[in-house]
């Protein structure tokens, strides 16, 4: 016999762990909806150039990690490794540009990357992004982010902070970039084969490089690097302090980190990563993150139109979740369980429970047994509340047993009123 296994890095979601990824896509929209901002669902499998083109041919999303097949008409398709290139195709393939004011749009669903997975890095996971397009305002920034925050809230999650940072205006990137290729060049041969090739097609990338063999003194050389906001033009430099004075005006905790540059090409301006600082002040791994990308939209359609958003990645946020105990409330539970203790009972207890479960109440039955043992059994499996126990007598004088596994009693209810009873309770 074959031996399926699921696909490295990817996961099953189960009872439980499915309700809570329910759970926090349901939290997650309805605040996002709170701030105005609209549902969006698109393919999960789009033509490869919208990410080629866009995310960076020397990103390590476009490099080395996208799932990219041809179709059976030879056509290039990925699994969308990430939501906000795929949303921009959407935006513009539907015009969406032509809508007055601001277009704000949140998306949820399944991302590919073919990472090496470990804890917190999967090949196939989740992500709940926002997206903001119109016009570049730092309250706009302060919006999107403190939407974030207000998620982080309404799941019982305190102690995040937002790393913040600005990489510029393409003018302020082009003087950092020279910075960092004059710094670099001495120390290039240490670093990966990526990295030298980077050195000339894209210097910044360098600061994010993630390949685990780089050694000790390469990591030390990238942390005493030229940092951007030395290079920072004025308007991006008063940009960047108008989002601070924003985020200070809504008690947004931040970090200002120079060393934040995101790993992919099309952010502007603004950045940042969402992370969790535990009791002892460790950082955990990034729950999300965004920026602003003034030029995306334009360099794929021509439109001026400027953009802002971000991403959480929702397994890690609920394994942050369960380590807080904020799920405790997602258990296996059941309302009642009904006992046929005869054929005939069995009857009159699967009407009743599709009664009940018309009504909402959760409800299970045993399908073959009429003993009393078996399906008390059933009972303490789905864990239920309430045990209803139909029999001949029963049948003869209307009058069910009722037994309330919480408040440990046991009644005689009227078959008319039985619903209003097990509502009541
Ligand atoms: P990015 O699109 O790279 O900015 O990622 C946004 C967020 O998605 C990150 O901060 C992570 O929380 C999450 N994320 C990214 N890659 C993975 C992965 N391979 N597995 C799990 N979560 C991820």
């Known amino acids: ?74 056509r290039s398709i990925t699994l969308r490794p990430e939501g906000t290139a795929a949303i921009a195709r959407c935006f513009i393939e539907n015009k969406m540009y032509a809508n007055p004011g601001v277009t704000k749009l949140f998306y949820y669903g399944p991302m590919f990357r073919y990472e090496r997975p470990q804890t917190g890095r999967y090949r196939q996971f989740n992500q709940f992004g926002v997206e903001y ?13 403190s939407s974030a925050f207000a998620i982080f809230k309404k799941l019982g999650i305190n102690d995040i902070k937002i790393k913040i940072n600005s990489i510029g205006d393409s003018e302020s990137r ?19 084969e990526d990295c030298k090739r980077r050195i000339d097609i894209n210097p910044l990338r360098i600061l994010d490089c993630k390949v685990d063999n780089n050694k000790d003194d390469t990591k030390e050389i990238i942390k005493n690097a030229p940092t951007i906001n030395n290079y920072l033009t004025k308007d991006s430099l008063d940009y960047f302090e108008y989002v601070l004075k924003g985020l200070d005006n809504l008690n947004i905790p931040y970090v200002v980190d120079y060393n934040l540059v995101r790993g992919l090409d099309y952010y502007t301006d603004t950045v940042f990563e969402f992370v969790y600082y535990n009791d002892q002040g460790q950082e955990s791994l990034a729950l999300g993150g965004g920026g602003r990308y003034a030029n995306l939209i334009k360099d794929m359609c021509g439109v ?11 397994e890690r ?25 005869d054929y005939e009972s069995k009857l009159e207890a699967f009407k009743l ?33 309430f045990i209803i126990i139909i029999g001949e007598e029963e049948r003869i004088n209307n009058v069910y047993t009722v037994k309330d596994k919480k408040l440990n009693t046991q009644e005689n209810v009227n078959k008319n009123d039985i619903l209003k009873y097990i509502q009541n309770k």
């Open 1 to 74: 016999m074959a031996n399926y296994q699921k696909i490295k890095g990817t996961q099953d979601f189960i009872g439980v762990d499915a309700m809570k990824i329910r759970k926090f896509e349901s939290i997650a929209s309805l605040v996002a909806k709170s701030y105005g901002i609209k549902e969006i669902i698109t393919p999960i499998i789009e033509d490869s150039n919208v990410f080629v083109k866009n995310v960076g041919e020397d990103s390590d999303i476009v490099k080395k990690e996208m799932y990219t097949f041809l179709d059976k008409g030879e």
């Open 133 to 145: 397009y119109g016009t570049q305002a730092p309250l706009m920034d302060v919006e999107i982010i």
């Open 174 to 192: 082009k003087n950092f970039s020279n910075a960092l290729k004059e710094y670099f060049r001495p120390y290039i041969n240490d670093f990966c």
């Open 304 to 314: 001026d139109v400027n953009g802002m958003g971000y991403a959480f990645g929702v």
């Open 317 to 341: 946020l609920i394994n942050l979740m369960d380590n807080l105990g904020l799920n405790d409330d997602c258990i296996d539970y059941c309302d009642a369980v009904i006992i046929g203790l």
């Open 353 to 385: 429970a599709k009664n009940f479960r018309e009504e909402g109440i959760i409800t299970e039955m045993e399908y073959a047994s009429f003993s009393l043992k078996s399906q008390f059994k059933l009972a303490d499996r789905v864990n239920a509340r």
